[in-house]
């Protein structure tokens, strides 16, 4: 947990990292005012705009891969700096109530970067939801080439999409994702904001194949239990995507999620048999 009076305190990777989490092990970022998880610690109380870690977590050099993580209340969720080619991957994680989500940049040595050359750094970011955070992607550091490719993605309440500071191209590319409530799309000359097949509501389109909602309303249903950001059936969403640029691995994990909200049961008092509901 992260506490507002120590606001240096981050968990920093240097190295490589084993994420050993999985769909109902996930790893929590949180403040230490939330009540919400784990142990009760801190106030329990959280004002409208109040962040806490900055970062959450920090990536150093190392090509990494994260799965099955969770973070609410930061600053910065995950701040990561690169000065050469790696590789980093963000998979099946949620991002809420943050104030930036993903930070892009460079440690401004070594390589061609340090030259005034440009270090070509890759990051996937592939099934995870960014809800009500203000700027999901941020590239804030000058030397670094970030090629940033996101795949089955929901951002919903964010004030820009991509915030780039730097004077290096980077681009940005989106596919089979769901925009909503996003403000504006992108800043700067040298940011490159791309995609194929994404739906859009309330929210500026861009790329190829884009898709807006059959009906006027909001394409997700209202929360079921925990459940939340399940598609509505008129939301003219579904079965819209394409398998073009996915990869196998993805596509099987995607295979493994129900696109229906749980089913809540209400009392049993006798024998009862329960059956698949959900898809």
């Not at 750094?121 to 670094?144: D, F, K």
């Amino acid at each position: 947990a992260s506490d507002p009076e120590v606001p240096g305190a981050f968990v920093s990777i240097g190295s490589s990292l084993a994420c050993k989490t999985s769909a109902y092990r996930p790893a929590f970022f949180t403040a230490v005012d939330d009540h919400t998880i784990g142990e009760a610690v801190g106030s329990g109380s959280i004002s409208p705009g109040t962040y806490y870690a900055n970062p959450a977590l920090m990536l150093w050099y190392s090509s990494t891969t994260l799965s099955h993580l969770r973070f609410r209340y930061c600053s910065a969720a995950v701040e990561i700096l690169d000065d050469g080619a790696s590789s980093f991957s963000v998979s099946h994680s949620q991002f809420v109530q943050c104030l930036r989500g993903i930070v892009l940049g460079d440690l401004g040595s070594g390589g061609s970067a340090s030259l005034g050359g440009c270090g070509n750094g890759t990051l996937t970011v592939n099934n995870c939801l960014m809800s009500q955070v203000a700027y999901p992607l941020e590239a804030s550091y000058p030397y670094q080439c970030w090629q940033a490719r996101l795949a089955h993605c929901t951002i919903d309440q964010a004030t820009r999409l991509v915030t780039y500071l730097g004077d290096q191209t980077s681009s940005f590319r989106f596919t089979n994702s769901v925009l909503a409530n996003v403000s504006a799309v992108g800043n700067g000359t040298y940011c490159s904001v791309s995609g194929s097949h994404n739906g859009f509501y309330n929210s500026a389109q861009f790329g190829a194949s884009p898709f807006t909602p059959a009906d006027a309303g909001s394409p997700f249903r209202s929360i079921v239990g925990s459940g939340a950001y399940y598609l509505t059936e008129t939301s003219g969403f579904r079965d819209r995507g394409t398998t073009a640029s996915l990869s196998s691995s993805l596509i099987a994990d995607l295979q493994k999620g129900a696109t229906d909200p749980p089913v809540v049961m209400g009392a049993i008092s006798s024998d009862a048999t329960w059956r698949a509901q959900a898809r």
